[in-house]
């Protein structure tokens, strides 16, 4: 069963910069699969965000390209997201996942993030 | 990138079959067979329960299906129970490399 847990400041300032960590275990983030970032500003949709790949290739959405960066720490089997320049635009649940089959099939708990001064 | 378009809501009474629909383009639904479908209950993460269409994950009940038509794809609750009750998104790879989500459909059970 593979598990992930976000974590992260939940407060942060307009114009200022996000980062979250997801922490993975029951699988190697090294060896397969591709790790994903979905938001979910409250009460409303999911968006997908990003990907990375067991290789480090990454895949972003392309209405927030210029603003995001995910990357990954092999030694801790762990897995990153930083957005920058925020609005409140940008407060939402923030929810890390495993990419299986085109789909994402395991997910975090979710982290929420709000951006307020 | 577009938002797929989904009804916001969708109702039926338990035992019945209900079916949502999931509209896009020949850039992301039409083009690739990687529709997949979340349930998500208030205040808990996304679940799986399509993927590639119509393959359900193990532990998904069979009276969840999944099919597409051209630029259409859909899932089909069948013997709808009270559990059901909960919001559905579908989600489809785009030719930009990405994943798009559905609008979210809020299913209830009368």
């Known amino acids: 069963q593979v598990q992930l847990q976000e974590s992260g400041p939940g407060l942060v300032e307009p114009s200022g910069t996000l980062s979250l960590t997801c922490g993975v275990s029951?699988?190697?983030?090294?060896?397969?699969?591709?790790w994903s970032w979905v938001r979910q500003p409250p009460g409303k949709g999911l968006e997908w965000i990003g990907e990375?790949?067991?290789?480090?290739?990454?895949n972003y959405n392309p209405s927030l390209n210029s603003r995001v960066t995910i990357s990954a720490d092999k030694s801790k089997n762990q897995f990153s997201l930083i957005l920058n320049s925020l609005t409140a635009a940008d407060t939402a649940i923030y929810y890390c996942?495993?990419?299986?089959?085109?789909?994402?099939?395991?997910w975090g708990q979710g982290s929420l993030v709000t951006v307020s001064s | 990138q577009s938002a797929l378009t989904q009804p916001a809501s969708v109702s039926g009474s338990p035992g019945q079959s209900i079916a949502i629909s999931c509209t896009g383009t020949?850039?992301?639904?039409?083009?690739?067979?990687?529709i997949s479908w979340y349930q998500q209950h208030p205040g808990k993460a996304p679940r799986l329960m399509i993927y590639?269409?119509?393959n359900r994950p193990s532990g998904v009940s069979d009276r969840f299906s999944g099919s597409k038509s051209g630029n259409t794809a859909s899932l089909t609750i069948s013997r709808l129970q009270a559990e059901d009750e909960a919001d559905y998104y579908c989600?489809?790879?785009?030719?930009?490399?990405?994943?798009?989500f559905g609008t979210g459909t809020k299913v209830t059970v009368l």
């Open positions: 996942a495993r990419a299986w089959a085109e789909s994402l099939d395991d």
């Open positions: 029951g699988a190697s983030i090294s060896i397969s699969n591709w």
């Open positions: 990375i790949s067991h290789t480090g290739t990454t």
């Open positions: 020949s850039s992301d639904v039409g083009g690739y067979d990687f």
């Open positions: 590639e269409v119509t």
């Open positions: 989600c489809s790879y785009t030719s930009s490399r990405s994943y798009v």
